[in-house]
């Protein structure tokens, strides 16, 4: 999965953006910023990104579809050590009920030996 790629033993997020991992991994209630940050900082634009975009491809964009909201919260959160990881879903309340890319988070406090290496 593209949010797992790493460079020099790093999260690329990590090494991308330093000093902004640095000061999210200082933060309580670390899970809800991040998810509220990304939120605020893309906007959704359908036909913006490519399937095989990455999590720094739509931060430098600041744009993108549903999946590239969730590839990004990843990212975030496991360059701070919270595992995560993109899951599908279905939405039932749409109509056409369709698909959905969603992140799914740990708490902080899990270790790596709870994590499926998904």
């Known amino acids: ?24 991994a200082s933060e309580p209630g670390i899970v809800e910023k991040v998810s509220s940050w990304v939120g605020r900082r893309l906007n959704c634009v359908p036909g913006s990104s490519h399937p095989i975009d990455g999590a720094v491809d739509t931060l430098l964009a600041g744009e993108g579809v549903r999946r590239d909201y969730a590839h990004l919260v990843v990212a975030l959160v496991r360059a701070v050590n919270v595992p995560a990881r993109v899951v599908s879903v279905y939405a039932p309340g749409l109509s056409p009920m369709d698909l959905h890319a969603v992140a799914e988070v740990g708490s902080p406090a899990d270790t790596g030996a709870d994590r499926d290496g998904a």
């Open 1 to 24: 999965m593209l949010v797992d790629a790493v460079a020099n033993g790093r999260p690329v997020v990590a090494t991308v953006f330093p000093h902004a991992v640095a000061l999210l």
